[in-house]
């Protein structure tokens, strides 16, 4: 398993793909906080971005790279090596390359520019997100042998998590207008992983004082160790279930 | 006849420096209490308090006398008394550290008490646990300059307010620093008073708090950290010129909260890191220009209740949102101010922006009807949502806009 997972990750080092991901995220950071008047509000404009860019790049890139690496998955399978382990080392070459090029890309100027609570909370979330669309991704890409239904797939599911899930709520919020609907946003919140970490990074921002009522409830469950704790809990879930299908998918599947 | 005038003057005075007569007061001489030497004195009269400490329960003082201290003598109110009650005109309390007044549920007990009184002076004095600071009522053309006011309030139901100030006509208040009361400044039917270089700080209700009063200028005042910022209501008339209001970060805290204030004018203020830097509930005719907005979450938020305001040449940097409000109706008038949010062009170059700015943003207006909406702030749908919003306003208000945005900070 351990040569299996390192001949992944310095294929995926070696891809251009990731090196450019990792330029592009080192740019934009770098720029963002030096266009910026200062260190904060260039944390803000960078949360847009990671909250955007990182999973759609995780979620797209491994699919494309499951599907590319079917051939040496095929040849893998032909040898005396679990599939189980096969598969894990799969995703854990690609969450540790993509988290790699993540920590060089955005972590690096975070922790240069603003490496307080804020910025290291924002480092974990965007490597969270990008460990969870990965794993997402390879949920993606063993449902279908087809390519280009497995990346469409995995665009809507990006779509999802990124825009539909959260007009959904708001559709929500309008039907149930006239109920208390504080805590149930909590929960809410649980299930989308891009929500969870931006509500968490927003707390740490202080930002909370400017909902009244609901920032308070936010800040009352999210604000203390067991909410923090709580919701990077809920991370690793979403890490932990997506995989666990997508291995069971692949252990009986006919390649 | 000037030089008649001054004759006079001249004479005035000698008449009166050859009356007044200096008595001292100390541990060592022969006047050991204050309130003695004020029984002993006649109009006119100067006091002088060597250092040390007085108990003397409540000074009463009914004459035109000056009392002054050296070197701070403490007067100490043992947590029971008022320490100076002045009934008088001009009286002056000049150079005393006044500590520990009583608190009672029944009477206002304060550190300097003046009552129906005319030009009593409280210069230079340091005020430490008092319940109410400098108390004026029923009084006029009293000043209250560079005093030093700091008590413990730790709610609002057990302390007392700074410089309290009823009833009274034509005060002058400076340079006074405030801290750890109720509310720092608290004035109800006070009228043509000037406020000037006041710092009123971490107070456990507001930063100034006044009603009913008329005619009042509140110039270069800093209001910061107070538990609710600062609030006014039903006055008019009021200038407020260069005042800071910053850091009042919390659910219920105003920059400041104008309630049923007309006629006035507010230009030059900085609003600087507030959740709400001004809020305005049935407001009518204020002019506010030059004003400079600075990383509020709201830098405004104008009740539909507000009409005939007039917000020109303001600068809104680096807010959260711009304006909110609560309806559709708008009677306020938006005109030239800088918006760092505005995304328009300048063909001719004259710094006028082309298109006009819808300051309102949906999601603004969303989370004021639906407050739960939290949880989708800064997230991808609510900004889409706010950019077609811009271009098609369907929910925001139509009319709420600056037709006249101007392309650059303007410079203050």
Redesign the interface.
Known sequence: MKKILKYVIVDIIQNKIVLIYTFLLLLISLSVFNLESNAAKGLLSLLNIILILVPLISIIFSTIYIYNSSEFIELLVSQPVKRKSIWLSLFGGLAASLSLAFFIGAGIPILMYHGDATGITMILTGLFLTVIFVSIAMLAASITRDKAKGIGLSILLWLYFSLIFDALVLFFLFQFQDYPLESAMVFFSFLNPIDLGRVQILLQMDISALMGYTGAIFREFFGNQVGVALSFFGLSIWIAIPLFISLKKFSRKDL | MKKVLYLILISYFAVFSADAKVIKVGKTRSVAFIQRAVDLSQNGDTILVDPGLYKEKNIIIQKSITLKGINYPVLDGENKYAIISIKAKNTTVEGFKLQHTGRSEIRDLGAIMIYDSYKVSALNNILEDTNFGIYVQNSKRCTIKDNSITAYGKDEVQSGNGIHCWRSDSLIIIGNKIKGHRDGLYFEFVKNSLIWRNVSTQNVRYGIHFMFSNRNTYVSNIFERNEAGVAVMYSSNIRMYNNHFLNN?????YGILLKDITDSDISGNHFTKN?VGLHMEGCSRIKLYKNIFNNN??AVKIQASCDKNDFSRNNFI?N?FDIGTNGSLVLNTFTGNYWDKYEGYDLFKDNIGDVPYHPVSMYSM??D????????????????LDKTEKILPGVTPENLRDNKPVMRPISL
């Open positions: 970060w919390g659910d219920a805290a959740t979450g709201w680096g959260t969303i989370i009807s639906n407050p739960a909406a939290l949880m989708l702030f800064r997230s991808l749908i609510v900004s889409l």
